[in-house]
C-alpha cells in the first residue's frame, strides 16, 4: 500500500512544505489522538522535541490537534528521542512523539511516533493514521466537556539522566576517563554531558549551544570530523558524536579514528555473548551492515540476521526472534535490555564500560574486525523512479553477475530523502569503485 505521510521513520520533509506545516501536523495530532483514544481512561500523549527552531511551530500545533482529540498532553522540551520512548512507557501514556528530523538541517523536520509500549509504531498503524489523516473532519472532535488539557513535566530530563545511568553496571564508574561528546548543537545538549560527568568521567562537551540553526552543522555524527580533531587536541580518551535526536551515535578512539555502527555492534554483542548476555544467538542488522561484522560472529559461532534499512524493522526483526543487540551501521544502536529504540548514549555507555573493565585504550577495544571495501554513493533525483530505466537495470544486473558471492550489491531509494543510495563491497576496492561509478552514471542519465 502506497504511504502518504509516512517515510521509514516516521513524517519527514521541509519545514513549511507538504506535511511539515503547522496546519498538517494539527491534523496528524487529531488523527494520531482519534486513533488511540480507546476506552473511558485518561489518554496521555508525551511530545518531545529536539533544538529546531521549527519546532516551535509544531510543538503547539500538535498540542491542539491532540487535546481537540480529546487528549492531554505532556510536554517536555527538548529530550533525546530514546527519552521519548521510555517516558511514553514509564508515565503510562497511549502515545509519544517526537518532533526531529534526526540527522537532517535545520530547515528539515518531522514527526516520530511511538506506542504505549515504546516501540515505534507498526506499517497497519501508520496506515490507519494516514486514512485519518485524509478523512479528517468534525467527526474527529472531541465534546467541549471532553477536551483534553496541555502540561509541561518539568523533571523530565532528570528522569532520562538517571535512566540512563542506571544501563552502566554498579560498581562502574569513568573514573579517569576523558570523553569528548559532541551532541550536535541537538536534543542531547545537556543530558549527554550531565550523565557522562555524573559517572565520572572528565567532559569536554562540544555541540551544545544551540541556537535553533545550526543542529547537525558541521558536527554530530554526521560530520564527525570536528569530534575527532578535538580528540586529538585534548588528548581524550574516546568521542562520542550524537545526531540531533541522538539515537545515533558515532565513535573515535583516541587517535581520532573513526569507530562506526558495526563495529560498536560487534563489540557489544561479543561482550555481552562472553558474559552470557546475549539474547537471540547473534544480532540484528540492515543489509548496510559491513561483510566484515558478519564474517567476525560466523568466527565466534554467532549469528547476522538482515532486514531493510530503518531502525523500526531491525527492532520488529529483533522483537520476534528474540535478540537484545541490533543496529545499523550508520549508528542506531538497539539494546533492548534497555531501551525500545536507537540510544546513542547507552550504547556509548556499553563501549565505556568495556574499557574500563578490560583496562585498555579504545583503540583496542573498538577495533572488532577489519572491514571489507565498502563504497556508498548518493545519487538526488527530482522525480519518477529512476531504478525502472533501461539502462540502471542494465548495469545493475551487469554488476551483480560480476560480483557474485565475492562480495554485496545493494541499490536502494532513501525512505528520508530524494536520493538513491548505491552501495557495493566486496574484497577488490578497485572493483567495487567501478561498479558504484558504473551505475550511478546510468542513474545520473536516467534522471536528466
Not at 511530545?47 to 505532556?74: C, N, Q
Not at 558536527?219 to 535526536?245: F, H, K, N, Q
Not at 523512479?385 to 548495469?395: C, K, M
Request: proline share 4%; with cysteine; net charge negative.
Amino acid at each position: 500500500m502506497e504511504r502518504r505521510y509516512f517515510g521509514t521513520d516516521g513524517i519527514r520533509g521541509r519545514v513549511n512544505q507538504g506535511a511539515m506545516t503547522p496546519y498538517a501536523a494539527l491534523h496528524v495530532g487529531l488523527a494520531a489522538g482519534r486513533h488511540f483514544i480507546r476506552g473511558d481512561h485518561v489518554h496521555r500523549v508525551v511530545i518531545g522535541k529536539d533544538t529546531r527552531r521549527s519546532g516551535y511551530m509544531y510543538e503547539p500545533a500538535l498540542a491542539a490537534g491532540f487535546t481537540a482529540a480529546g487528549m492531554d498532553v505532556i510536554m517536555v522540551g527538548p529530550m533525546p528521542t530514546p527519552a521519548v520512548a521510555m517516558l511514553v512507557k514509564s508515565l503510562r501514556a497511549d502515545l509519544g512523539v517526537m518532533i526531529s528530523a534526526s540527522h537532517n538541517p535545520h530547515y528539515d523536520n518531522g514527526l516520530k511516533f511511538f506506542g504505549p509500549d515504546g516501540y515505534k509504531l507498526s506499517d497497519a498503524q501508520e496506515h490507519a493514521i494516514e486514512d485519518l489523516i485524509d478523512a479528517a473532519g468534525d467527526d474527529h472532535l472531541a465534546a467541549p466537556d471532553a477536551l483534553g488539557k496541555a502540561t509541561r513535566l518539568e523533571d523530565a530530563r532528570g528522569r532520562y539522566v538517571e535512566f540512563a545511568k542506571a544501563t552502566v553496571p554498579a560498581g562502574v564508574t569513568f573514573d579517569g576517563l576523558k570523553v569528548v561528546v559532541d551532541c550536535a548543537h541537538g536534543a542531547a545538549y545537556k543530558v549527554a554531558p550531565t550523565v557522562l560527568w555524573e559517572l565520572g568521567a572528565e567532559v569536554v562537551p562540544v555541540g551544545v549551544a544551540p541556537d535553533g540553526f545550526n543542529i547537525n552543522d558541521a558536527c554530530g555524527s554526521t560530520a564527525p570530523e570536528a569530534m575527532c580533531t578535538r580528540v586529538r587536541a585534548e588528548g581524550a580518551d574516546l568521542g562520542i558524536a550524537l545526531d540531533g535526536d541522538a539515537d545515533r551515535l558515532i565513535l573515535c578512539d583516541e587517535t581520532g579514528r573513526i569507530v562506526d555502527g558495526d563495529q560498536i555492534m560487534a563489540l557489544i554483542a561479543r561482550t555481552w555473548a562472553r558474559d552470557g548476555r546475549l539474547k537471540g544467538g547473534g544480532l540484528v542488522t540492515t543489509v548496510m551492515s559491513n561483510l566484515g561484522l558478519e564474517r567476525v560472529l560466523s568466527g565466534d559461532g554467532l549469528t547476522l540476521e538482515r532486514t531493510r534499512v530503518g531502525d523500526r524493522y531491525v527492532v520488529e526483526r529483533m522483537r520476534r526472534g528474540g535478540f537484545n543487540v541490533g543496529g545499523e551501521q550508520s549508528g542506531h544502536i538497539v539494546l533492548s535490555d534497555f531501551t525500545t529504540t536507537g540510544d546513542g548514549l547507552v550504547a556509548a555507555l556499553q563501549v565505556m564500560t568495556e574499557m574500563q573493565r578490560a583496562g585498555r585504550p579504545a583503540s583496542e577495544v573498538c577495533a572488532q574486525f577489519t572491514a571489507v571495501p565498502q563504497l556508498l554513493k548518493n545519487v538526488r533525483y527530482s522525480g519518477g523512479d529512476p531504478l525502472s530505466a533501461d539502462g540502471v537495470a542494465r548495469s545493475i544486473r551487469a554488476a551483480e553477475a560480476e560480483i557474485g558471492d565475492s562480495g554485496r550489491l545493494v541499490i536502494r531509494k532513501s525512505g528520508t530523502e530524494p536520493l538513491i543510495r548505491v552501495m557495493a563491497e566486496g574484497d577488490n576496492d578497485a572493483q567495487i569503485t567501478r561498479l558504484v561509478d558504473d551505475i550511478c552514471r546510468e542513474i545520473e542519465a536516467a534522471t536528466r
